[in-house]
């Protein structure tokens, strides 16, 4: 076989003849294109062979192309052609290693206007979807719920945990458990960490941080009664909220409390993340949702958003962050827009009552589980303001006897939404819901162990700092914006000068601008030279007001009781001698001004004149 295809010529362009050797004579060359010719094996494996794209060394020029034929100098004119080639050939990959991403993502179509894509079931998906897609479709019937769910970043693991303390990891597209747990209390909210090998619970007491064969690593004493867990991945931080209600956040990688936001409303029990600029969003009892960053101690944004509690929030991904979903205990739903707050974009009441549990797909898809049944709602309909309170159009539907329905999520890069009730979960197929295409460098669905070795090596090298979480991610790289505050100052010229910045004001402009300059110091000053002695003595006295501000502080008061029945030599020796140096310079200014005082006599006046007198 192997001389068969070194005969065939195989990795030889086919536009290209042999060459023949020069040792060989043109006898001997012609028998042995004669002998090629004759050869249908050789011919036929010739013809049907050809090099991939990519492994070719040269590619003709596109039509469309530069041309270098007016270049004098061969060399350079071959350099030109050779980058051109490749430049064409690089594009021509690119395109084919775009082939898959397509624009639009699958979804429920109907054949005519009458027909509705919500009463598509899972029966009919099942049947028209493939082998390998039909997997998605399960029920888990486990005992100890209502159940709470969590996938991992990458979308191959799947975290459990029940309302009595049923804990298990594993990975739900090969059956493999890693890890399953019996706690024996409440478990209120599970989470993942950086991967699959660590996880976070929120347990009756504390939160809790196990590895992926169920061993206890941490046991965070600093997060009481702990309701929800976020965990944020480029910045390593496990965020929690409980019922003290303080927001806490743990650095992961350095095990350190970094910050605790006290909310002051109370318990709560509704979080979720950001995914395009980690802040975390909180829903409390009386029905405002507040949005919070490490670097504040308040609430970037406070929002009314319900009547009563808040029971459900999410923030839709596909957009980048720009709509919020909430749900009251009122049963009412409403999508915010998160760029000016000015009300809400849509607000529906769902059936049932309950306390609705939202969740966004990665292509933008809402579910919305309440009283047994999941419905999913597209873009943009609940995208589009609509001021009548009616629900959106409905895409699908599904009804779950088990209640109550306790968590929706849905899975990344799959068409696949999970949803935790009282008997287990139940996976349902959502066409057209997941992302398809997916970034290897964030997140890998195949990835081994070496692979995610080296992903989180990386992320904790290009970990972020909690300094830089904001509402608006995009402030970062950019200048500040100069200052609007400026005032008028004239020049040594004379001439008045505007628009100066704030920063580059002389100190006593910025204090006059600021409104902080007391001019009252300089008129006095003015007035005190050529005014009679009691506008001295006024001006003084209000100088010894404007100087004992501030003065009565309780350290300062402390520092003075401490200092009066303190006999200090040194200072008593500092205090006469100033005392004797003031009374001469006004003796001197006296004498100056023709004003001598007269002496006052003294009972030893007596022997100076006896002595005078001898």
């Keep these: 076989m192997d001389l068969l295809i070194a005969k065939a010529d195989a990795i030889q362009p086919l536009s290209k003849k042999r060459k023949s050797s020069h040792s060989t004579s043109g006898r ?81 179509q109907v054949e005519n206007d009458m027909d509705r894509t919500w009463r598509v079931g899972q029966t009919d998906i099942l049947q028209s979807a493939g082998q390998e897609a039909a997997k998605g479709r399960r029920e ?4 100890g719920g209502p159940y709470r769910s969590r996938y991992s970043r990458n979308g191959r693991h799947l975290a459990i945990a029940g309302r009595t303390g049923h804990v298990s ?41 196990y590895d992926r064969d169920g061993v206890e690593v941490h046991c965070l004493k600093g997060h009481i009664e702990p309701t929800r867990l976020e965990f944020l991945p480029y910045h390593w931080l496990l965020a929690t909220v409980g019922n003290p209600g303080y927001l806490k956040y743990q650095d992961t990688s350095t095990g350190q409390l970094l910050v605790e936001h006290r909310t002051k409303m109370g318990a709560c029990s509704t979080m979720t993340q950001n995914l395009h600029n980690a802040v975390i969003h909180l829903g409390h009892q009386n029905g405002c949702v507040t949005l919070w960053t490490p670097n504040l101690p308040h609430p970037a944004v406070q929002l009314l958003a319900h009547v009563g509690p808040v029971v459900s929030v999410a923030v839709d991904p596909s957009e980048g962050g720009r709509y919020m979903a909430t749900s009251g205990r009122d049963g009412t739903v409403k999508v915010w827009d998160c760029r000016n707050w000015k009300g809400a974009v849509r607000d529906w009441t769902v059936r049932g009552g309950g306390d609705p549990e939202l969740e966004w797909s990665a292509r933008g898809y809402l579910a919305v589980a309440s009283s047994g049944t999941v419905n999913i709602y597209n873009t943009p309909s609940i995208h589009t303001p609509f001021h009548v309170k009616t629900a959106p159009p409905l895409y699908m539907t599904h009804p779950i006897p088990h209640r109550p329905l306790t968590s929706v999520r849905f899975a990344p890069f799959q068409d696949i939404l999970t949803v935790g009730h009282s008997n287990g979960l139940s996976s349902v197929i959502v066409p057209g819901s997941g992302e398809p295409n997916f970034d290897s460098r964030e997140a890998d669905p195949f990835e081994n162990t070496k692979a995610r070795r080296e992903r989180e ?19 970062v790289g950019n200048l500040a914006p100069v200052s609007k ?41 003015e007035e005190g030279e050529g005014g009679d002695e009691e506008s001295k003595k006024h001006a003084k006295e209000e100088r010894e007001k404007r100087k004992m501000r ?26 006469a001698k100033l005392e004797r140096q003031k009374e001469e310079k006004r003796k001197a200014a006296a004498a100056s001004a023709g004003n001598a005082e007269e002496k006052k006599p003294s009972a030893l006046d007596r022997f100076t004149r006896t002595k005078q007198k001898h």
């Design 169 to 209: 990891t594993f990975d739900w597209q090969t059956g493999t458990v890693h890890a399953e747990l019996q706690l024996q209390e409440t478990c209120r909210d599970i989470t993942f960490l950086q991967d699959h090998s660590f996880f976070a619970v929120a347990q009756k007491k504390y939160a809790f941080i």
């Design 140 to 143: 888990y019937k486990l005992d």
């Design 485 to 525: 505050l400026t005032t008028e100052v004239t020049t040594v010229n004379g001439k008045p000068r505007t628009d100066i910045p704030f920063a580059r004001l002389p100190r006593i402009d910025r204090l006059r601008v600021s409104g902080k300059m007391d001019d009252t110091e300089e008129n006095n000053e």
């Design 28 to 108: 001997s060359a012609g028998k042995a294109r004669a002998a090629s010719n004759s050869d249908f094996t050789l011919n036929t494996v010739v013809k049907h062979t050809s090099i991939p794209k990519s492994l070719q060394d040269s590619a003709p020029l596109p039509e469309n192309g530069p041309s270098y034929k007016h270049i004098a100098n061969k060399k350079l004119r071959t350099q030109l052609n050779r980058q051109s080639a490749q430049t064409a050939r690089s594009q021509a990959l690119v395109e084919d290693a775009e082939m898959l991403l397509l624009d639009e993502a699958g979804g429920l």
């Design 550 to 575: 501030g003065k009565g502080k309780s350290m300062k008061r402390y520092l003075r009781k401490q200092r009066k029945n303190v006999i200090d030599p040194a200072a008593i020796a500092i205090r």
């Design 457 to 475: 090596v990386k992320a904790l090298l290009d970990k972020i700092q909690p300094d830089l979480i904001t509402l608006d991610p995009d402030m």
